[in-house]
């Protein structure tokens, strides 16, 4: 009998056939990849890849995406885990490459993020916790960083530094933590996946790369107004310390006991929300195929895939999948399925102005009825791109055959395209991806303008943009839900994170650190699930 950590809730669960094979050694989950020599075991199960650098890039890379969520998820990391081991059964090697799941969700409302059903990463409990460390070592490295602002502050302030922008994070919801008190000033913190560290390890080539992105750091203003950076405190040598093992990706395996590469954890609503490139280039480099996810719907982390990870790394996906739900489709559509489908409809557009291949995935749950499926299919239809039914959740490694098919006899895809040039004024950037939303109108705030004064006709303006807004919607408004038309989008924020190489550009009423809600997954919890 398993334990499964479920979306935090637990279960005892018998086996069933050959699901939930007993956990391999992980050096025998290496050797099926031929990396048996290039591991670093962290327990029999879990492990660190050593040398991670790989320059031949030869596996298709499958982008999973999704329409705009409810506030549990739809299941994208479920389908991208099924979808690998579809692979694997039909004889292909394919690797999952996934992001780390925050405790943030893990004790909130949403829960774990290492899959569902029969379509899971384990040592499950393992990685919806503290897993190898890497979450503790980024935040205690930012941590660090604000340590040695305050100091140097406090010993004499040689560098003149009037205004700090660098925030202390925490990887816990705590809305008492948006606003306190430091001895010499307010300040915030944010949650530990949209720290500019966590940015900066995801977006990293290797160890070298990182500590440079680390010197880039702005941490704050002097008094010629001028930025002052990282490397001018002198401490980065020591920030890359503590992450000199959490920047290795890390090898787990499904519940069918194939590779899974999980490495990093940006949000998608408030920061880039994608898996770390050495990760994705590793994997690329040792199978067929890789899988892998961006957070939230494609709005958030496809959107930004292609702008941030794809044009800084050089790579593009092959195909997409669009997880999508009849459960979210009647959210949007206030429980009417005909009124809610439009949203699936704006995400299949979106993707289609990024990629050829395109398939729209129904994560289907066994209440669905056969005639809101055939509505979804006539509709997907209706844009000229594959449908396909998965059941990954029910039938693991059986239930995402159909889309494993299409995915081995995909054609090349023909389209390669970009929102904007990063040599565009940072208004017509904001302007473009606004425009991809639907938006006819963008507000400023004064503070927004102000910041955006600062950095106009400097360097930083030459930076792509990372869009922060809520992932309910596809405006910046969370009640506004379905597929809106002609409306208005408000800047409220910029900051220049120039380490990690983007803008971050605040939307709406978009917060950095969560709150716990009143029904969290931490009221549920039983330590003695814990013990075993």
């Known amino acids: 009998m398993y334990i499964i950590f479920l979306n935090n809730i637990y279960i005892n669960k018998y086996k069933e056939g050959d699901y939930m094979k007993d956990m391999l050694n992980i050096f025998e989950v290496a050797k099926k990849i031929n990396i048996e020599d290039n591991i670093e075991p962290y327990g029999n199960y879990k492990a660190k890849i050593s040398n991670y650098k790989c320059d031949n890039k030869k596996a298709k890379l499958i982008l999973v995406t999704s329409i705009n969520p409810t506030p549990q998820g739809e299941g994208k990391t479920t389908l991208s885990i099924g979808l690998n081991d579809s692979l694997n059964k039909l ?11 925050s405790l943030g969700p893990v004790f909130g409302t949403k ?3 290492a899959g569902g059903g029969k379509a899971v990463v384990e040592p499950v409990n393992d990685i919806n916790l503290h897993f190898n460390g ?25 560098l ?89 990706p890390n090898l787990v395996q499904t519940g069918y006991n194939n590779p899974a590469i999980i490495h990093g954890g940006p949000f998608a609503n408030i920061a880039h929300g994608c898996n770390s490139i050495i990760a994705t280039n590793y994997a690329l480099g040792v199978c067929d195929y890789v899988i892998t996810e961006a957070g939230f719907g494609s709005d958030m982390g496809a959107l930004k895939f292609f702008d941030i990870k794809c044009r800084l790394n050089k790579i593009y996906p092959d195909a997409v999948v669009i997880n999508a739900t009849i459960k979210a489709l009647k959210y949007n559509g206030e429980g009417s399925l005909e009124k809610g489908i439009c949203n699936l409809g704006f995400h299949i557009n979106l993707m289609k102005k990024f990629n050829s291949n395109i398939i729209v995935s129904l994560n289907k749950f066994n209440d669905d009825t056969d005639e809101d499926i055939k509505y979804l299919k006539d509709y997907v239809d209706s844009f000229n791109v594959d449908f396909v039914i998965s059941t990954m959740y029910q039938d693991g490694e059986d239930g995402c055959l159909e889309l494993a098919s299409k995915i081995k006899n995909l054609e090349d895809n023909n389209i390669k395209y970009e929102v904007y040039s990063t040599d565009e004024d940072i208004y017509i950037k904001i302007e473009k991806v606004c425009n991809l939303y639907g938006a006819n109108r963008i507000e400023y705030t004064d503070l927004a303008k102000e910041k955006i004064a600062k950095i106009k006709d ?56 969560p709150g716990l809600g009143k029904k969290s997954k931490y009221l549920g919890m039983d330590y003695k699930n814990f013990l075993n």
């Open 91 to 101: 004889g292909e090697k394919s690797i999952v490459v996934l992001r780390e799941p």
């Open 134 to 158: 890497d979450f503790h070592a980024i935040t205690s490295a930012n941590n660090l960083l604000s340590a040695v602002i305050d100091n140097h502050i406090f010993q004499g302030n040689e």
């Open 160 to 248: 003149k530094i009037k205004d700090v922008i660098f925030k202390r994070c925490l990887d816990v919801n705590d809305r008492a933590l948006r606003s306190v008190k430091l001895d010499n000033r307010g300040d915030t913190f944010v949650i530990t996946p949209a720290s500019e560290i966590m940015a900066i390890l995801c977006l990293s080539k290797d160890i070298d790369d990182l500590k440079n992105k680390l010197d880039n750091i702005i941490v704050g203003y002097n008094e010629s107004d001028e930025p002052v950076f990282a490397k001018d405190l002198k401490c980065t040598d020591a920030l890359t310390i503590l992450l000199k093992d959490a920047i290795k």
């Open 111 to 113: 829960g774990g993020a």
């Open 458 to 513: 400097t360097m930083y303006e030459k930076l792509p943009i990372c869009i922060a807004k809520t992932p309910a919607s596809i405006t910046d408004n969370k009640d506004v839900l379905g597929w809106p038309k002609d409306f208005t989008m408000t800047v409220t924020d910029i900051l220049v994170q120039n380490g990690a190489g983007f803008i971050v550009i605040y939307m709406g009423d978009i917060m950095t650190m």
